[in-house]
């Protein structure tokens, strides 16, 4: 992530020059031309590569796989494209099943780096104390298909979210794919005789992809520690419903309450629970939840809960996601997404798919201007308040009037004259009415909006939050009306059947740039935690919370591809070092990190905060 040619014609010279083993070679180029591609069709590129360098990559495949004594795939190996198409690629992994690289494929997610010697120093002045229960993000489990059309019907049981299944599946028919990433726009449940659900167990969140951890380190340090599936629960869930639907299909939140009372009746403990990212949001409805049926159930439950890159006042991304089926990576990436993505998933299909995930409506900006700045004010964290910037016809408009606009294109989209926006605001809040905090109680919408409801009384209970500083994070975007830019003479790769698309002709390819983790803005990580938390109102019983930040500090990508021990990104802190170190010492019941670690400027962003929302319910 954030790679350049140069950084690029590196990883290519230091392949060149290895003496791995030829079929390792061609399994980790492979990786790389499948998930660019796979990733780019929905949207979440982590690897760039230009054109030139995709050539040199395709040239090396082939090299490696001529001196592994592999027969070559009856396909065009001269296809003078961006990068190899689906095809291409789809007939080397088919090969490559046949001919011993399928372990490699098929095991490698499995096949864990040995533990740092200073882990191993570490780990003998802890002992594991607490149970603990692990809640993922958003896309970071995996979903597999149970009931599916007749173009699915080979990948029963397989995920077609996650895993080298999901490539193949893309790679075969993208477009049936989408159909069974979609859920039904009126209900936000399933679509008929389509069946997905998420995978319940820890190898469900470790590996996303062969070779890409995401609770992969994580578990492993906490075996280390002495945890094993009797005392470490997954608490997997279907990243793309609304929480309200995750209780009504799943008994999500009933069955998490059942884990968490069993863990602490067998371990005679009670329950750290650790989130990361939307599983922060997850996290905190619950706790809502079960307030309400027994006001005094965390207290008597929950040691601490560790929130990791929580999006607690949520996330540009959001925005730019269900208003045009983009964000910051497809942006990037708008040459390959002009010739590859729009020819195989068309925009309003890619649209549609997103739209119907529910759950992506808590990433969207909560507080209002009060906390992302007003009309003519400098927002708290940032000199420029306005969230979306609109080229053509010119102008600006603040977090509030993003979301009316947000709401009324989707409204007037002719993509499905479906409820999606009154969904949303059926089922989530947005504002920071906290004089009605009383009367938000039983009304579940408010339950996804901290600033919106008090924490449960639980007085002993921990909060955690740890995040990531200094990496350039989206903060906003510049858009365009496509018609209005037509008529300006202006020649731009257009969003077919629809209105509005980011102008990536501005700087850094239409995206606003700001302080964050690369993911999430800095004033969602961190205002709850460092304010939000400490009002006697929105914490009534006082419980402690913590702020602790880490900043990105990422080695070079030719050295690791993910950032290091100590990258902060949104994702790879997941393996950062020092984090994993201070979440051992939680569990096992230290007190050494119970104190704040702040390097960023967000005490002083909470303050204009507080002052901002104290005027505006005043």
């Known amino acids: 992530e954030g790679s350049s040619p140069v950084h690029e014609k590196l990883l290519i010279k230091n392949l060149q020059r290895t003496n791995f083993n030829h079929k390792i070679v061609i399994a980790v180029l492979l990786a790389i031309l499948a998930v660019v591609y796979v990733n780019t069709s929905v949207g979440i590129n982590h690897i760039s590569v230009v054109q030139s360098n995709a050539i040199e990559i395709q040239q090396l495949v082939i090299e490696n796989w001529e001196k592994a004594n592999l027969t070559l795939p009856k396909v065009n190996l001269s296809l003078p494209q961006l990068q190899w198409d689906n095809t291409t690629i789809l007939r080397f992994l ?97 679509k008929e005789g389509i069946t997905l659900r998420v995978e319940d167990s820890a190898h469900a969140i470790d590996y996303l992809f062969p070779g890409y951890w995401v609770w992969g380190r994580m578990i492993q340090y906490l075996a280390a520690l002495g945890y094993n599936s009797n005392d ?74 560790i929130n990791i890159g929580g999006a607690f006042l949520g996330s540009m991304k959001g925005v730019s996601t269900l208003l045009s089926g983009e964000m910051k990576d497809s942006a990037d990436l708008e040459l390959s997404r002009a010739y590859v993505v729009d020819k195989l998933l068309h925009p309003k299909q890619r649209l549609e798919m997103v739209r119907s995930w529910t759950s992506l409506a808590s990433l969207l900006p909560k507080g209002g201007d009060a906390v992302w700045g007003g009309e003519g004010e400098e927002a708290p964290d940032s000199g420029d308040s306005s969230l979306i910037t609109i080229t053509h016809p010119p102008r600006n408009l603040t977090a ?14 002719d993509l499905d004259h479906s409820p999606v926006a009154d969904n949303i605001e059926k089922w989530y809040s947005f504002g920071i009415d906290v004089k009605q905090l009383n009367e938000t109680k039983d009304n579940s919408k408010y339950w996804t909006n901290p600033l919106q409801f008090p924490l449960p009384y639980a007085p002993e209970m921990k909060t955690f939050c740890l995040y990531g500083v200094n990496k ?97 990104d949104h ?28 390097i960023s400027n967000i005490v002083e962003i909470s303050a204009k905060i507080r002052k901002n929302i104290q005027k505006a319910t005043d």
Request: proline share 3%.
């Open 94 to 190: 088919d090969v490559a099943s046949f001919t011993g690289m399928a372990s490699f494929w098929e095991k490698g997610d499995q096949e864990q780096e040995p533990l740092p010697e200073e882990f191993l120093e570490f780990q003998k002045t802890l002992t594991k104390k607490y149970p603990i229960v692990l809640i993922p993000g958003f896309v970071t489990s995996k979903l597999e298909m149970w009931t599916g059309k007749e173009c699915a019907q080979k990948y029963f049981r397989s995920s077609i979210w996650g895993g080298l299944s999901m490539i193949q599946f893309i790679l075969n028919d993208i477009k049936c794919w989408a159909e069974h990433m979609t859920l039904d726009l009126d209900t936000g449940l399933d």
């Open 400 to 413: 509030s009037q993003s979301m009316d606009f947000l709401f009324e294109t989707i409204r007037d989209s």
């Open 232 to 305: 470490l629960k997954v608490a997997t869930f279907d990243w793309r419903l609304a929480p309200q639907l995750l209780e009504n299909r799943d008994h999500y939140f009933s069955e998490l309450k059942m884990t968490i009372e069993k863990l602490v009746k067998w371990e005679g403990k009670k329950v750290v629970s650790i989130a990361h990212s939307k599983g922060s949001n997850v996290w905190i409805y619950f706790i809502k939840w079960v307030e309400f049926r027994d006001p005094l159930w965390v207290d008597k439950h929950i040691h601490a809960f």
């Open 571 to 598: 994702v790879d802190i997941m393996g950062n070092t020092e984090m994993l170190h201070d979440i051992m010492k939680i569990v096992s019941g230290s007190d050494s990190v119970e104190e704040d670690r702040i």
């Open 472 to 568: 350039a994070t989206e903060r906003g975007y510049y858009y365009k009306d496509q018609d209005a830019a037509a008529a300006a003479g202006q020649s731009v790769h257009r969003l077919e059947g629809l209105k509005h698309s980011i102008d990536t002709r501005e700087e850094h390819h239409g995206i606003k740039l700001g302080e964050g983790d690369g993911t999430v803005p800095i004033v969602s990580l961190g205002y709850m935690c460092v304010d939000g938390w400490k009002w006697d109102r929105l914490n009534p019983s006082k419980s402690p919370v913590f702020t602790r930040e880490y900043r990105h500090n990422p080695t070079s990508i030719v050295v690791d591809v993910r950032g290091g021990k100590d990258t902060a």
